[in-house]
C-alpha cells in the first residue's frame, strides 16, 4: 500500500514539474500586472481567479507539450537529462495528452470565463511557444529566442485584455519590457551551456555567432532594459518610487552582466537568478506605485 502511495506521489511529481512550475508563478505574475493597469487597481476576484487559472494552464501545457517535443534533445544534455521524459517515468503519450488537456482546459476557461480577445492572446502565446518556437525555430535558428520571445512577453497583454476587452499602449509597454527581458535571461544559460547545446545540435546564439558575440548581445538587451523600464514612468503608470526602483535594479543587472561579460569563466548562475528575481520586483513595485 506505501509502495504504491510513493510511486503514486512520484508520478504526481513528475506531471508537476513538467509544467515548470517555477515558469507558471512568474508568468501568473505578470499576468496579474496586467489586470491591475487594466482595472487601475484590485480587479474583481472571479475574474483575476478564472484569469490566472486559464493563463497558468496555457503555460504549463505550452511547457509540457515543448517538453514533449522536446524530449529527443532534452535526453542529450545534461540541465534536462533528467527530466520526467528523458528518464522514462511519464509515457510520452500521457505526456501529450495531458499537456493538449491542459491548453484545451485553458481556452475553455479563458472563453467561457474572461473574453474573446484574451483567449485569443493565450492562444497565441501556446502556438508562438509551441509551433513556432519549439517546433521550427529553437531547432533552426539562434533568432528563436527573440522572436519566440513573442510568448513570453505575451502574459501582461492576457491579464490586461481580460479586464478591459481591449488593447492599449499600457499592455504593449509591459509587453515590451519583457520583450527585452527574455534573451539575456536565457543567453546567460546558452553561454552556460554552450557545449550540451552544440552535442545536442541546437543552435543557439553562442553555437551559431560564438560566445563573445553572445555576450555583446546580452550586454545590449541589458542595457537596453535601463530606458525600456522606465516607460510606465514616463508613461504616467506608475510614480517615482517606480522610478528609482526600475532605475536601481536594471544599473545592478547592468553590472552584474558587465562582471558576466567580462570575467574569463563565466558562471551566471547569480546573474541567471537575479534576471528573475528583477522581473519579479520590477512589476511587483510598478503594482504597488501605480498611479491610479
Ligand atoms: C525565449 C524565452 C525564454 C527562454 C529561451 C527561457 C529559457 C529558460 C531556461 C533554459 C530555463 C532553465 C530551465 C531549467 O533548467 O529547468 C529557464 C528558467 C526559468 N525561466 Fe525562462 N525562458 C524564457 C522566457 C521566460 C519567461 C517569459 C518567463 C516568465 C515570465 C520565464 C521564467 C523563468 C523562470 C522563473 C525560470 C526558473 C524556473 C525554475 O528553475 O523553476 N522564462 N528559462
Ligand atoms: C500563456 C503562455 C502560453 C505563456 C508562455 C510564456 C512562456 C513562459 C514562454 C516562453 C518560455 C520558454 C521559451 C522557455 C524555454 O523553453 P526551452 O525549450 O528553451 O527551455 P528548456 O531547454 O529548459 O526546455
Not at 14 to 35: A, F, N
Not at 200 to 208: F, K, L, N, R, S
Request: proline share 6%; no cysteine.
Amino acid at each position: 500500500m506505501v509502495v504504491k502511495t510513493l510511486v503514486k506521489m512520484a508520478s504526481l511529481k513528475d506531471y508537476i514539474l513538467l509544467t515548470k512550475p517555477g515558469i507558471v508563478l512568474l508568468v501568473l505574475i505578470t499576468t496579474l500586472t496586467g489586470m491591475y493597469f487594466a482595472q487601475r487597481g484590485m480587479p474583481p476576484v472571479e475574474l483575476v481567479f478564472w484569469t490566472l487559472l486559464g493563463t497558468g494552464l496555457a503555460s504549463a501545457g505550452s511547457a509540457v507539450l515543448n517538453q514533449y517535443f522536446d524530449r529527443d534533445i532534452d535526453a542529450l544534455m545534461e540541465r534536462t537529462k533528467s527530466r520526467p521524459l528523458p528518464l522514462g517515468s511519464v509515457a510520452p503519450s500521457h505526456a501529450f495528452w495531458f499537456g493538449v488537456s491542459l491548453l484545451s482546459l485553458s481556452f475553455l476557461i479563458m472563453f467561457f470565463f474572461t473574453n474573446p480577445i484574451a483567449t485569443f492572446f493565450t492562444a497565441l502565446a501556446s502556438f508562438f511557444y509551441i509551433s513556432v518556437y519549439t517546433l521550427s525555430l529553437k531547432r533552426k535558428s539562434p533568432l528563436a529566442t527573440e522572436i519566440g520571445g513573442v510568448a513570453g512577453a505575451m502574459p501582461p497583454v492576457i491579464g490586461y485584455t481580460a479586464v478591459t476587452g481591449s488593447l492599449s499602449l499600457e499592455p504593449l509597454i509591459l509587453f515590451l519590457i519583457m520583450f527585452i527581458w527574455q534573451p539575456p535571461h536565457f543567453w546567460v544559460l546558452a553561454i552556460k551551456y554552450a557545449q550540451d547545446y552544440k552535442v545536442a545540435g541546437i543552435p543557439t546564439m553562442p553555437v551559431v555567432r560564438g560566445i563573445e558575440h553572445t555576450k555583446v548581445r546580452t550586454l545590449l538587451y541589458t542595457a537596453g532594459l535601463l530606458p525600456v523600464s522606465l516607460l510606465p514612468y514616463f508613461y504616467g503608470m506608475a510614480g517615482e518610487i517606480y522610478f528609482l526602483s526600475a532605475s536601481l535594479l536594471s544599473l545592478i543587472y547592468l553590472a552584474l552582466t558587465l562582471k558576466f561579460v567580462s570575467s574569463k569563466e563565466p558562471k551566471g548562475g547569480f546573474l541567471f537568478f537575479y534576471s528573475i528575481l528583477y522581473l519579479a520586483l520590477l512589476f511587483t513595485i510598478m503594482v504597488f506605485d501605480m498611479r491610479r
